[in-house]
């Protein structure tokens, strides 16, 4: 069982998870909260001697003292001149910070406890209240905060309001790992030494972004590997512009900033208000990256796709979870889809989309979505944005015959929608041409025809809110695609002029939150998927509104393994949507067997996205068998433990285990790149196998033994360029 504990009379609070410690201790001088640890498990005793200890570094002892005493928040103000985490204007154009602290409160809520300490301005009526909160069965640490500005205060605008800043401990060489890529190119690991300049990744288009994601690891001398060393990584749980900097600083002290992007903020907070920020979670472990993506997943599974709604004082996560088993402690298993994009882009028709139902559904898909193109003058991406009626010339009786039809095939039924946004040339842009972010006397600049809705407007977001939900009402709908296609340019919001409009940048994804929110208690039953032009919005908070991600818009098998494996660093397989789809490739054109691209995408959520009408009647029965086994294992790939194997950058064969909840299964695929003649594909060696058990091969009923699997492994049949291969064992007793 996790604890915070303080020892009467003394200083310092331990946060003991179970594999790890988080320690603080509130300083003498100053009062303020000051890290004291963040690793390996430690007692109150070591706690206090690393308090005695610190701060006085001996070699730079007036310069680690003075200007960077590890504050758990750090106001802007004395001399200091690594990244403060909060700034702020009073009225009286005073801008620095000198907190104390006040208070402080622990509280346990089921399986989670709760410390916040509350610091005040030595001045001005502010207060900044620091939230964290761990869990019994997991190691990640969230961490956010709020500001208050009392009735009796007086307005202040806030420059900077990061969730959190991580300290982190005495080593050297300090390695980062973070997640970059672009357009169909998501998720790429790219791991760089943190040197004497800052490293700053962030997004500042109103999503989380193709770029980068907003996660970040460090190991001490590049030493980490994927199975062993220390690592200590985080995630932001905000789906808007963001940011996150790791700084070694003059003193040679390591620390993480992230939050809220502060590139053109301006929060005004008035009397009476207070600004809550969005989860920073934290996590170290020891047993290698391999061990911290099993925590991130187990984490995500249990506390933020199944049960987010208890940060209630953050916007991060969703106070209503989402449709599953009320107590059980996993959300449920994804149903194999089939999405029309590929197949049909935007002609979408009934008698199209009937007949591609019918394939589906005799190859045993579980959920048919129709994508773009159903709504009124969507015959390209020029137009119909905004005008979400039923096209009546592609659809002449509706939509209900379709999604009849689809439910007597046993489907459920899903549908594509993009509400933030309004194509110039629709009905809605013409009505309300203010709508849209924009500044005044400057180019509405348009990306694939189409300019972003104004969230942030609680107009406009009702008007999102009520046209989404009149949609769900109308039709039988089970899922929802829920796409962004393009990011912020002129984040304006004209209307406000001099009352705050740079609050756009928050105000239009905490309402995204709220409609989702009201959207799922409305229709608990509706599943949603986040899509952003692939995965160009993937965080902690999305996914705990819609479950699944729209990993990329690039499909090719090949070019999907890095960008899943990418993914796989910071989120559980349940999440990761993949589909199988036509050879060539439309992006690449790079043809790929049928078996190949189903055992990519069976290694997350599996769709399917091909044109089924031009498959071969032996392509379907192979992709039915496929997807029949698929629905095998599925609880072993959705909810298990997940081993990276081996990385195509460094092996030129990638292989992926994932080991069952109850350890009674095992899966593995391994994928060939462009392999040249002479080159041994080998063997793998399994992890996490028990020496002591038997496994069966559930295909060709071979038996190996847990020591020949951990010792030797299985071998790798993988010789020629694009091969692959998955297996199913069970454990036999
Ligand atoms: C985005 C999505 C695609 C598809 C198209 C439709 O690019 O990522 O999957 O839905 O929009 O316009």
Known sequence: ???????????????????????????????????????????????????????????????????????????????????????????????????????????????????????????????????????????????????????????????????????????????????????????????????SDKHVLESRRGTTSHQYQPFFALDADGCATEDHGEVWSGQLAWSGAWKITGERTAGGQVHVTGGWNDFDAAIVLTPGSELALPVFAGLYCEGGFGEMSRTWHDYELRHVLAHPGRSPQSPSFSAKPQHHDAGAPLPKLRPVLYNSWEATAFGVDEENQRQLADLAAQMGVELFVVDDGWFMGRKDDRAGLGDWHVDVEKFPRGLAPLIEHVKQLGMGFGIWIEPEMVNPDSDLYRAHPDWVLHFENRTRTEKRNQLVLNLARDDVAEWVLSTVDDLLSSYDIDFVKWDMNRHFSEPGWPQRKSANPERAWIAYTENLYRILDRLHEAHPAVDFESCSGGGGRADLAILSRTRQIWTSDNTDAFDRIPIQEGFSYAHAPLAMMAWVTDSPNPLTRRELPLTYRFHVAMAGSLGIGGNLSEWTPTQRAQARDLIERYKEFRPVVQYG????????????????????????????????????????????????????????????????????????????PLLLSFSSMCVHLERVD
């Not at 730079?60 to 690594?82: I, N, Q, S, T």
């Not at 080991?659 to 994928?671: H, M, P, Q, T």
Request: hydrophobic share 35%.
């Open 641 to 716: 433990k997940l081993f990276r194997l081996l990385e195509l950058s460094r092996d030129d064969i990638a292989a992926l285990q994932y080991i069952a909840r109850d350890e009674r299964a095992i899966v593995v695929f391994a994928w060939s790149g462009a392999r040249h003649y002479g080159t041994h594909s080998g063997w793998v060696r399994l992890k996490g196998v028990d020496p002591t058990a038997s496994y069966r091969d559930r295909e060709t009923g071979t038996l190996h033994l847990g020591t020949t699997l951990r010792e030797l492994g299985l071998p790798l």
């Open 1 to 195: 069982m996790s604890t915070i504990t303080q020892p009467e009379g003394q200083r310092t609070w331990l946060l003991e998870m179970p594999g790890s410690s988080y320690a603080i201790t509130s300083s003498r001088e100053s009062g303020l909260p000051r890290h004291l640890h963040w690793g390996r498990p430690i007692g109150h005793e070591t706690a206090s001697a690393i308090a005695a200890a610190s701060p006085l570094r001996q070699n730079v002892e007036h310069v680690a003292w003075a200007e960077e005493d590890r504050l758990e928040c750090v106001g802007w103000g004395g001399r200091r001149y690594d990244e403060p985490t909060i700034k702020v204007d009073f009225a009286d154009g005073t801008r620095g910070i000198e907190w104390h602290l006040a208070d402080q409160e622990t509280t346990r809520d089921g399986d989670a406890i709760t410390l916040v300490l509350g610091l005040q301005d030595r001045a001005y009526p502010l207060r900044v209240e620091l939230f964290y909160r761990i869990f019994d069965d997991s190691d990640v640490l969230e961490r956010w905060a709020r500001l208050v500005v009392p009735e009796h205060g007086r307005e202040i605008v806030v420059r900077r309001a990061y969730s959190a800043n991580w300290w982190l401990p005495e080593r050297t060489g300090w390695r980062l790992s973070f997640l970059h890529g672009g357009w169909g190119s998501e998720t790429q690991l790219e791991r760089r030494i943190l040197g």
